[in-house]
């Protein structure tokens, strides 16, 4: 019997259970866009006694995509702060990078762990490696951050897909930033729908959850467990 023939039964279970991942995945982030429809009261997130944490959605979510895993935060004492001016994050990574520094200034937050989904992790480091608000930000927890971009993203529709491949400039100025990977920990699912490559970072505290996604990972316990590690 042929090698081929002995592991093709265990790649098409692979298959099956990715594909179930995937429809799990989309069932979670229709939900999560439709609850986060309205426009949310981020001011009550705000206060507590413990370390503040900044919310950083993905592309084409607002901060109520965030909005279970902030008030879990909240419960536990840490005022969440939420950069209203990102809105549903389709700008470019430099320019919304700029917005979430001025938050950090005029907000004076200083020891500050940013909380980021997907393109958000891009922003967070965009703070860390090039703001001099940078200097404000203990660490980041990113979930499902495409550090190394998406073979996918020249594929896409739009100039704020297509600035997720690796080849741009963006991304390889980040790319070579590594200096700041120690206080990032990547969270990233056995798999991923959007980011084939993978969601590791050298140097940064890497965790690969159990399940796959990249929106429905944002429930996994882990990913709390992780933020309480870096801020508590």
Known sequence: MSTDAVFRPHRWRDLA??????????LYAATAQV?????????DLASGPHRPLVLLPGIYETWRFLEPLANALHARGHPVHVVTGLGSNRRPIVESAGRVAELLVDRDLDDVVLVA??????IGKQVMAFEPAGARVRAMVAVATPFGGSRYSRLMPTPSLRAFRSGDAT???????????????SVYGAFDPHIPEGSELAGAR???LEGGGHFRVLADPRVIAEVIRAAE
């Open 17 to 26: 259970r990715d594909l179930r991942w995937w429809g799990q995945d989309y």
């Open 117 to 122: 989904h997907s393109k958000g992790g891009l």
């Open 171 to 185: 991304m390889r100025a980040l790319g070579a930033s590594a200096a700041v990977n120690a206080r990032i920990v």
């Open 206 to 208: 890497n965790v690969r």
């Open 35 to 43: 609850r986060a429809a309205g426009p949310g009261r981020p001011d």
